[in-house]
């Protein structure tokens, strides 16, 4: 059994930032882009109990805890290879009294599961982007399962957020644009009203790579378009080491979306 601080063969341990570290599986799919924007999407909600579906390395908890964004998070995951991972990453960054992982199937949980044993404030997700039928079939299941939607498709996650969310509750995505028709569909039919959208672009040439998206369960029809977020400049093209433009690095400097 491996310790928070013993690291398996197939793992490896990253700084995230001055405040947390993160143990990854090599063949999993590593923290990036679209889990530190969605982390930074959230709303700062200090006294509010969150769940994360299909939380992986549980890398969106940690980072919402650590900034004081929540109070409490419950990390679901399916795989318990990756459950047991989350529990160590707890465990690294002394967050055990905040953040319970549980290994559960976002298909089926429900909110007597969660750790509090009813409806929560927040739910965020970054859901697996592909369609079984679609990309190349990965070597490692642990990557196939996070990137295709062999374990529940987006409609399975919208419907997860539905059930555990109390009425008034927000839901937090990072999707793909290219199947933002998806994603509009499947919140529509869980009564979850988009609110707040912002497109990412890695720079002003360059189509929308993510969009992410607040929506509140039972809401009033209301949704604000923020501008679109350009992570680098064009000038920089080539360049291998690309600087963040200043919008972008002071949301990655303070985890928060300034409108």
Same mark, same amino acid.
């Given at each position: 059994?491996?310790?928070?601080?013993?690291?398996?063969?197939?793992?490896?341990?990253?700084?995230? @930032?001055?405040?947390?570290?993160?143990? &990854?599986? %090599? @063949?999993?799919?590593?923290?990036?882009?679209?889990?530190?924007?969605?982390?930074?999407?959230?709303?700062?909600? *200090?006294?509010?109990?969150?769940?994360?579906?299909?939380?992986?390395?549980?890398?969106?908890?940690?980072?919402?805890?650590?900034?004081?964004?929540?109070?409490?998070?419950?990390?679901?995951?399916? &795989? *318990?290879?990756?459950?047991?991972?989350?529990?160590?990453?707890?465990?690294? @960054?002394?967050? $055990?009294?905040?953040? $319970?992982?549980?290994?559960?199937?976002?298909?089926?949980?429900?909110?007597?599961?969660?750790?509090?044993?009813?409806?929560?404030?927040?739910?965020?997700?970054?859901?697996?982007?592909?369609?079984?039928?679609?990309?190349?079939? @990965?070597?490692?299941?642990? %990557?196939?399962?996070?990137?295709?939607?062999?374990?529940?498709?987006?409609?399975?996650?919208?419907?997860?957020?539905?059930?555990?969310?109390?009425?008034?509750?927000?839901?937090? =995505?990072?999707?793909?644009?290219?199947?933002?028709?998806?994603?509009?569909?499947?919140?529509?039919?869980?009564?979850?009203?988009?609110?707040?959208?912002?497109?990412?672009?890695?720079?002003? &040439? =360059?189509?929308?790579?993510?969009?992410?998206?607040?929506?509140?369960?039972?809401?009033?029809?209301?949704?604000?378009?923020? *501008? *679109?977020?350009?992570?680098?400049? =064009?000038?920089?093209?080539?360049?291998?080491?690309?600087?963040?433009?200043?919008?972008?690095? =002071?949301?990655?400097?303070?985890?928060?979306?300034?409108?």
């Amino acid at each position: 059994m491996c310790t928070p601080f013993v690291l398996g063969e197939d793992e490896r341990l990253d700084e995230i @930032n001055a405040q947390l570290r993160l143990i &990854q599986k %090599k @063949n999993g799919l590593t923290f990036g882009t679209d889990a530190y924007l969605l982390s930074a999407f959230v709303r700062p909600a *200090p006294h509010d109990r969150a769940v994360d579906l299909g939380s992986g390395t549980g890398v969106i908890p940690l980072l919402l805890t650590a900034r004081q964004k929540i109070a409490y998070a419950c990390a679901i995951e399916i &795989q *318990p290879a990756f459950a047991a991972l989350i529990a160590r990453n707890v465990a690294l @960054n002394d967050l $055990t009294d905040r953040i $319970t992982p549980l290994c559960a199937d976002v298909r089926e949980v429900c909110p007597q599961q969660l750790p509090w044993a009813k409806e929560a404030d927040i739910v965020t997700a970054n859901p697996p982007y592909m369609r079984t039928d679609s990309g190349a079939r @990965n070597r490692a299941d642990e %990557k196939y399962i996070a990137r295709h939607e062999v374990a529940g498709g987006i409609d399975d996650f919208c419907a997860a957020a539905a059930r555990l969310l109390r009425s008034g509750g927000l839901f937090y =995505s990072v999707w793909r644009p290219d199947r933002l028709s998806a994603l509009m569909a499947s919140m529509a039919r869980h009564r979850l009203e988009p609110k707040r959208m912002v497109f990412v672009h890695a720079d002003e &040439q =360059s189509e929308p790579s993510m969009v992410l998206t607040e929506a509140r369960l039972d809401g009033a029809p209301s949704l604000k378009i923020l *501008p *679109p977020l350009f992570l680098h400049s =064009s000038e920089s093209r080539g360049d291998r080491s690309r600087p963040l433009t200043p919008r972008a690095q =002071s949301i990655y400097d303070s985890m928060r979306f300034c409108e």
